[in-house]
């Protein structure tokens, strides 16, 4: 049975400044599901990304982490999509969260940017919102003026080391997803999620 995903994105921003701050967790997530697979990661210009291209005997996937800064996530995303033919219900993003404390991780199916610039610009890009996602917990700073400075900081030791167990705890369950078994994947994941 083919993989039911064809298109894995890891949302993050591409200079070493910020390679460790909480806004790369989907990139973390997309490098540490390659790892598990041994694979390397790319640069392709025609999509303005580095991919890698993961095949097994049931899965055909690329994984995809654009090279354009969150802002424009959208153009790497609609590139590919388009290029490979693959549906907007065959892809999932995975992000960082600020309504998910760290350690915790969650799938969802379609919805909107919830003020996530790389979700906006994706839904803009595709036209559509019915991609699945993989949100990853990094806390909210408690007021709204924090967020920025937040969101492009590292996080510290002890928030690093929960955000790392809800990756490897998502890594783990992809493949019930590559499977299309979202929903026992959704709830093995939050089972194995703190809260």
């Given amino acids: 049975m083919p993989s039911a995903f064809k298109l894995i994105v890891g949302l ?3 200079d070493p400044e910020h390679s460790e701050t909480r806004h790369n ?16 990661f790319r640069p392709e210009s025609k999509f303005n990304a580095e991919i890698c291209r993961l095949q ?14 969150m802002n424009r996530s959208g153009f790497s995303v ?7 033919k693959i549906p907007v219900e065959a892809i999932l993003v995975a992000h960082d969260e600020l309504d998910l404390v760290a350690g915790v991780a969650r799938l ?4 909107g940017h919830g003020g996530h610039n790389g ?8 036209g559509d919102k019915s991609f699945t996602r ?11 003026d924090r967020v920025t400075p937040h969101v492009l900081g590292r996080p510290g030791i002890g928030d690093r080391l929960l955000i790392e167990e809800a990756i490897k705890a998502s890594v783990d369950i992809m493949s019930l997803v590559f499977e299309g078994d979202v ?11 703190n809260n």
Avoid at 134 to 144: F, V
């Fill in 183 to 193: 929903q026992d994947a959704m709830n093995l994941l939050h089972q194995s999620s």
């Fill in 56 to 69: 097994t005997t049931d899965i055909d996937c690329w994984l995809c982490k654009p090279m354009t800064f």
């Fill in 134 to 144: 993989l949100r990853i917990g990094i806390s909210h700073p408690g007021s709204q």
């Fill in 25 to 40: 967790a989907g990139f973390w997530f997309v490098d540490s599901l390659a790892s598990k697979h041994s694979l390397s």
């Fill in 119 to 126: 979700l906006r610009d994706i839904i803009a890009q595709m």
């Fill in 108 to 111: 969802k199916k379609k919805g």
């Fill in 78 to 84: 609609q590139a590919m999509a388009s290029f490979y």
């Fill in 12 to 14: 993050g921003n591409p």
